[in-house]
């Protein structure tokens, strides 16, 4: 198993830039592949981003490439997603989400723009961007 915490929300300004960190404890965490989804009120969870456990594929919302990158340090665990020029319509609640995936296993990209693909998700980090 594995827990699962994010870090690094905030209240900023549209045009600003935040990184989010999602700390995992637990073994194997580069077997895992990793996801970020977002919520906003009123709206169903979406995908946000995504990195294979090995680190070597990427997968982006088609509305963020650009704008967002995701990341990741097997050596400390952690998940990073770099979000720049910051939109009022970023605002959500941000999560963290693992599948145990060992880089032998291949899935196709659209497994991990799937939130039912996850099994262990965190408890979220709000991110709000002002006008």
């Known amino acids: 198993q594995v827990q699962l915490v994010e870090s690094g929300g905030g209240l900023v300004q549209a045009g600003d830039s935040l990184s989010l960190s999602c700390a995992a404890s637990g073994r194997a965490f580069s077997s895992y592949a990793v996801g970020w989804f977002r919520q906003a009120p009123g709206k169903e969870r979406e995908f946000v981003a995504a990195i294979s456990s090995s680190g070597g594929s990427q997968y982006y919302r088609d509305s963020l490439k650009g704008r967002f990158t995701i990341s990741r340090d097997n050596a400390k665990n952690t998940v990073y997603l770099q979000m720049n020029t910051l939109e009022p319509e970023d605002t959500a609640v941000y999560y963290c989400?693992?599948?145990?995936?060992?880089?032998?296993?291949?899935?196709?990209?659209?497994?991990?723009?799937?939130?039912?693909?996850?099994?262990?998700w965190g408890q979220g980090t709000q991110v709000t961007v002002s006008a």
């Open positions: 989400t693992a599948r145990f995936s060992p880089p032998h296993a291949t899935y196709s990209g659209g497994y991990y723009r799937t939130r039912d693909w996850y099994d262990y």
